[in-house]
C-alpha cells in the first residue's frame, strides 16, 4: 500500500506539473496574441471600484444570461454547481500528491457544510446540462451550434460532476473515509447515488477500488479539460470576466473618430487580423457561441448571410490561424505585412456579410459577456470604402449626393426648408437668438412620408406656443449615415458642416424627431466640437404635456400598436416616453408586438440600409410589418421617419392596409 501512495504520488505530481503546464503555455501564447494586435482600444481602464461592481452584478450575478428565463437558469445552475465543486476536486488533487492532506482535521465543521452545499450544488450542473441536451435534441433552435465542441464541453463537465458524486459515495460507505475523515452526513445527493448503485453493500476493498477508479477519472477528466480548454470555446471560461471587467462601463453610442487627417497613418478601419485592438481580441476569446446575437439579428432572421456569432468566430480563426505573422519571432521581429487581408478570396467574411448588418445593436444588446460586435463591422466598412473603394455599388450615386447637395437623395440643397412654406416657421438665419433648434433632418425636409411627420411636429410646437426656428438651406446630413456606410471622410465632412452652423447660433436646445439625428447629435458631435442639449421630440413633447403647455385630448384611434425604433431604444434607452405619448392620446388599447422594446425588431433601414438593395431572403421591414399586423392592431406608430417608411412599405405587403402613424402626428391630431 505504501508503495501504491508512492506510485501515485508521483504519477500525480506529474500528471499536474504537465497539464497545468501546457494550460499555461497555452494561455501565455494567448496573451502575447492579445498584446501583439496594432490597434488602438477605445476602452479606458478607470473607475475601478464600479467596474469591481459589474463584475459581481454580470458575472456572479448571471444578468445578462438569465435575460432567457430557461437556458438562464440552466447556465447559472451549471456555472454555480461547477464553481462549487472546484475547492474540492483542487484538494483531491493535493491528495493525491499528499495522501494525508485534510482540511477536514482542522476545520471539520465548516468542511463538512461546504461539501453538503457542493454535493447538492454539483448535482444541478447535471441538471442545467439535462436542459442543455434537451434544447440540442428536441428544440434544436436554429442559432444553438450542435458542434463536436460543444458535446465535448457536456461530456467532460458531466463526468466530472458524476466522477465526483462517485467519489463522494464511496467515501460515505466507508466506515471512516480513505483519508481518515467520517463524512457522515456530508453528502446527501451523492448518498443517494451510494444506496442506488449498491455502493453501501461493497467490501472495504471493493469500495477502495471503487473510489481509486472515480478517482482517476475525476481528476483524468479535470486535467484532460484544462488541456482542451484554450483551444475550444470554452475559451470564454477565460476571457468572459476579464471582457466584462474591461466592458465600456456606458453604452457605446458613437462611432470611434478616425483621424483622417493624420498624414502618418498607412490605413484607416480594420482590413487585417493583426490590426484589431486588445480589447477586440478579448471579445473574440470571450465568445460563447450561444448564438443569442443570431436568434435576435433581423439580417440572419431574414435569411441573411450575417450571423454575429458567426463572424466573430470566423475573426477568431483568421487571427489564431495568423498568429505566428503577428507575434514576434526570437529576434523581436514579426512578420505582419505578410498578414492576409480579413475579407479575402476564400474568406467567410465576405460582402454580403458586412453589408447586411443594419446596425440596430441587437447583438450587442442580448450579449452575455458584453461583447461589442458593431465595433468590428464598423471598422471593417470604413477600411473597404476608405482604402478599397468597395461597397454596394447603389452607394456611390447616395456618396455623391450627400456631398454635393448634403443629402443622400440628392434633391437641391436650397429646398431642404420648402416643407415648411407657408406655415410661418422662421430660419435661424432669420432669427439668430431663437433658442430652439428644430433640427429636420434629411428624411423630415425631402422623403414625402418624412415631410407630414415634420410639418405635424411644427404644428404641435406651434400650439404649445414653443418659439423655435429650423436652418432650412444651412442644415446638411448630420452625418450618420456616411460613417455608418464606412464613409468616415464623407461624414465628418458632413458634421463639421453642421457644427460650424451650429456654433454660430448657439441654440440653447436642439429639438429633433429622428432618431439617427439624434443620437448623432447628442453623442457624436460633442467630439468634433459641438456640445449641446437635444432632445427627441418623444421626450421633449412629454414635458410640453407636463408643463401644461400642451393640451392632449384623448382620441379614438382604436388598437394601436408601436415600433420601436433602433436607435431611440436600444442607443439612447428610451422605450416609455413614446408610450407615454401614445396612451395620454388615445384611448383605445396600446398593444405590444411579439418582438418588443429591448428585443423589438429593426425595420431594416438603419446602418444606411435604406438606401442598399435588399435581395436576398426575406425583407426585413416585411417581417416587422406582419409582426404588427399579427397584433390586431389599427395603427401603427413610429417615432422615425425612416421606421414610418419602411412600416408603411412593408404592411403594403400583407393583407391588411393599416395606416402607419409618427408620434407627433398622432400628437397633432389629438390636440387639434
Not at 547 to 572: I, P
Request: charged share 20%; aromatic share 10%.
Amino acid at each position: 500500500m505504501e508503495k501504491y501512495l508512492i506510485f501515485k504520488s508521483v504519477l500525480m505530481l506529474a500528471a499536474l506539473i504537465g497539464a497545468f503546464g501546457y494550460f499555461f503555455v497555452k494561455v501565455i501564447r494567448l496573451y502575447k496574441i492579445m498584446m501583439a494586435v496594432d490597434g488602438e482600444p477605445v476602452t479606458a481602464v478607470d473607475r475601478i471600484n464600479e467596474r469591481i461592481r459589474v463584475l459581481f452584478v454580470d458575472v456572479l450575478g448571471q444578468t445578462n444570461v438569465r435575460r432567457k428565463i430557461m437556458p438562464g437558469l440552466a447556465h447559472t445552475l451549471i456555472f454555480f454547481g461547477f464553481l462549487a465543486i472546484q475547492p474540492h476536486s483542487l484538494e483531491l488533487m493535493l491528495r493525491g500528491v499528499i495522501p494525508s492532506l485534510n482540511i477536514g482535521h482542522f476545520l471539520p465543521g465548516p468542511y463538512t457544510a461546504y461539501l453538503f452545499a457542493a454535493d447538492i450544488l454539483g448535482f444541478f450542473v447535471l441538471v442545467g446540462f439535462a436542459y442543455a441536451l434537451y434544447r440540442r435534441l428536441v428544440v434544436k433552435p436554429d442559432y444553438l451550434t450542435m458542434g463536436r465542441d460543444a458535446n465535448l464541453i457536456i461530456l467532460f463537465t458531466s463526468v466530472i460532476v458524476l466522477s465526483f458524486h462517485f467519489i463522494n459515495a464511496f467515501q460515505l460507505a466507508m466506515p471512516v473515509g480513505s483519508d481518515g475523515f467520517s463524512y457522515a452526513g456530508a453528502f446527501p445527493i451523492s448518498g443517494i447515488f451510494a444506496s442506488v448503485f449498491g455502493i453501501n453493500g461493497l467490501s472495504q476493498a471493493q469500495l477502495n477500488l471503487g473510489y481509486e477508479i472515480s478517482y482517476y477519472i475525476h481528476i483524468g477528466t479535470i486535467l484532460g479539460f484544462l488541456i482542451y480548454i484554450p483551444g475550444s470555446k470554452h475559451l470564454h471560461l477565460l476571457a468572459a470576466a476579464p471582457n466584462v471587467f474591461f466592458k465600456r462601463l456606458e453604452t457605446p453610442k458613437t462611432i470611434v473618430k478616425t483621424d483622417i487627417e493624420n498624414e502618418e497613418a498607412e490605413t484607416f478601419g480594420l482590413g487585417k487580423a493583426s490590426e484589431f485592438n486588445w480589447h477586440n481580441v478579448l471579445n473574440l476569446y470571450a465568445c460563447t457561441e450561444c448564438g443569442r446575437c443570431e436568434e435576435l439579428c433581423p439580417a440572419s432572421s431574414t435569411g441573411k448571410a450575417l450571423s454575429p456569432k458567426k463572424i466573430i468566430h470566423d475573426f477568431k480563426v483568421d487571427l489564431l490561424d495568423q498568429a505566428d505573422l503577428i507575434l514576434p519571432d526570437k529576434e523581436g521581429q514579426d512578420k505582419k505585412d505578410q498578414v492576409q487581408p480579413l475579407m479575402r478570396e476564400g474568406s467567410e467574411i465576405t460582402d454580403e456579410v458586412l453589408w447586411s448588418c443594419t446596425t440596430c445593436r441587437s447583438c450587442e444588446n442580448i450579449c452575455p459577456v458584453s461583447n461589442e460586435h458593431l465595433d468590428f463591422i464598423f471598422e471593417m466598412r470604413k477600411h473597404q470604402v476608405l482604402m478599397e473603394a468597395n461597397f454596394p455599388p447603389e452607394m456611390q450615386e447616395t456618396f455623391n449626393n450627400m456631398e454635393n447637395q448634403a443629402n443622400p437623395w440628392g434633391f437641391s440643397a436650397d429646398t431642404r426648408g420648402d416643407w415648411a412654406k407657408d406655415m410661418d416657421i422662421p430660419l435661424m438665419a432669420e432669427k439668430p437668438d431663437t433658442k430652439v433648434l428644430y433640427f429636420v433632418g434629411c428624411a423630415g425636409s425631402f422623403d414625402d412620408r418624412g415631410k407630414k411627420i415634420s410639418q405635424a411636429t411644427a404644428r404641435v410646437l406651434k400650439k404649445a406656443g414653443v418659439d423655435f426656428a429650423i436652418l432650412g438651406p444651412e442644415e446638411a446630413c448630420n452625418g450618420d449615415m456616411a460613417r455608418r456606410a464606412g464613409n468616415e471622410y464623407l461624414g465628418q465632412m458632413m458634421i463639421m458642416q453642421n457644427v460650424e452652423t451650429i456654433n454660430q447660433y448657439k441654440p440653447e436646445l436642439i429639438l429633433t424627431g429622428c432618431p439617427h439625428c439624434y443620437n448623432t447629435l447628442k453623442n457624436e458631435y460633442p467630439e468634433f466640437g459641438a456640445e449641446y442639449e437635444v432632445v427627441h421630440t418623444a421626450d421633449y413633447f412629454n414635458t410640453l404635456i407636463q408643463e401644461g403647455r400642451l393640451k392632449v385630448t384623448a382620441k379614438d384611434f382604436g388598437k394601436m400598436t408601436f415600433h420601436d425604433s433602433c436607435y431611440l431604444g436600444r442607443w439612447n434607452d428610451i422605450y416609455e416616453s413614446p408610450r407615454q405619448l401614445l396612451t395620454a392620446a388615445s384611448s383605445g388599447e396600446l398593444v405590444e408586438m411579439e418582438r418588443t422594446r429591448e428585443k423589438g425588431f429593426c425595420c431594416g433601414a438603419g446602418g444606411a440600409r435604406m438606401f442598399m438593395e435588399e435581395t436576398v431572403g426575406e425583407r426585413i421591414n416585411n417581417v416587422r410589418a406582419q409582426q404588427a399586423v399579427d397584433t390586431g392592431a389599427r395603427v401603427v406608430a413610429a417615432s422615425c421617419p425612416f421606421c414610418a417608411t419602411m412600416l408603411n412599405d412593408g404592411i403594403m405587403e400583407t393583407d391588411e392596409k393599416i395606416p402607419v402613424k409618427d408620434i407627433a402626428e398622432i400628437l397633432d391630431e389629438a390636440t387639434e
